[in-house]
T-cell receptor, first 115, second 113 residues
Framework: AQTVTQSQPEMSVQEAETVTLSCTYD???????LFWYKQPPSRQMILVIR??????QNATENRFSVNFQKAAKSFSLKISDSQLGDTAMYFC????????????FGKGITLSVRP | KAGVTQTPRYLIKTRGQQVTLSCSPI?????VSWYQQTPGQGLQFLFE???????NKGNFPGRFSGRQFSNSRSEMNVSTLELGDSALYLC????????????FGQGTRLTVV
């Protein structure tokens, strides 16, 4: 069974600064995808970034980038130039390839961006 | 392109009653999954439907069931409601599988009293 661990329940960052959210996972699969989702107070889950396990290059989406360490089973999210609108819960998620796979989420981390 | 639509947004039910939640996926998406979100347990997978067939199921009691129609709309039913069923229920749709992006609805907040 796959597990996703987000050990930090809360973080706070000053506007315009950089923050890194940690995530580790455990799996015996070799092919899988990793995601970071954002859930603002509106409750809508929004995909922030996706990483394919077979790709060595770290994914980047504008101010969001990941540090994917496959051997260490680590998948951290870096948010640069933090904005007030980044305040939300962030979930790390994992899914293996295959027809019967399911998306497994971490417990989430509450990120607060201070003005 | 319309997003994933969940109805109703809020629901209050009494213990012992049953409830049906609805999810309309993005047009063209054939996969619909349901999640239960609570402060204590986080996001837990309920089940996934693909082309009207349940493809995967989480560890929930049989009181939780679902179905998918030919237009890919999905319903989730919970019978004999318990206080512990109070949660945010999220639906997500994707085109073929989870390697592609999954889009979530805004959820249905169910309160059982």
């Amino acid at each position: 069974a796959q597990t996703v661990t987000q050990s930090q329940p809360e973080m706070s960052v000053q506007e315009a600064e950089t923050v890194t959210l940690s995530c580790t996972y455990d799996t015996s699969e070799s092919n899988y995808y990793l995601f970071w989702y954002k859930q603002p107070p509106s409750r809508q889950m929004i995909l922030v970034i996706r990483q394919e396990a077979y790709k060595q290059q770290n994914a980047t989406e504008n101010r969001f980038s990941v540090n994917f360490q496959k051997a260490a089973k680590s998948f951290s999210l870096k948010i640069s130039d933090s904005q007030l609108g980044d305040t939300a819960m962030y979930f790390c998620a994992f899914i293996s390839t295959g027809a019967n796979s399911k998306l497994t989420f971490g417990k989430g981390i509450t990120l607060s961006v201070r003005p | 392109k319309a997003g994933v639509t969940q109805t109703p947004r809020y629901l209050i039910k009494t213990r012992g009653q049953q409830v049906t939640l609805s999810c309309s996926p993005i047009s063209g998406h054939r996969s619909v999954s349901w999640y239960q979100q609570t402060p204590g347990q986080g996001l837990q997978f309920l089940f996934e439907y693909f082309s009207e067939t349940q493809r995967n199921k989480g560890n929930f009691p049989g009181r939780f069931s679902g179905r998918q129609f030919s237009n890919s709309r999905s319903e989730m039913n919970v019978s004999t409601l318990e206080l512990g069923d109070s949660a945010l229920y999220l639906c997500a749709s994707s085109g073929q599988g989870w390697g592609t992006e999954a889009f979530f609805g805004q959820g249905t907040r169910l309160t059982v009293v």
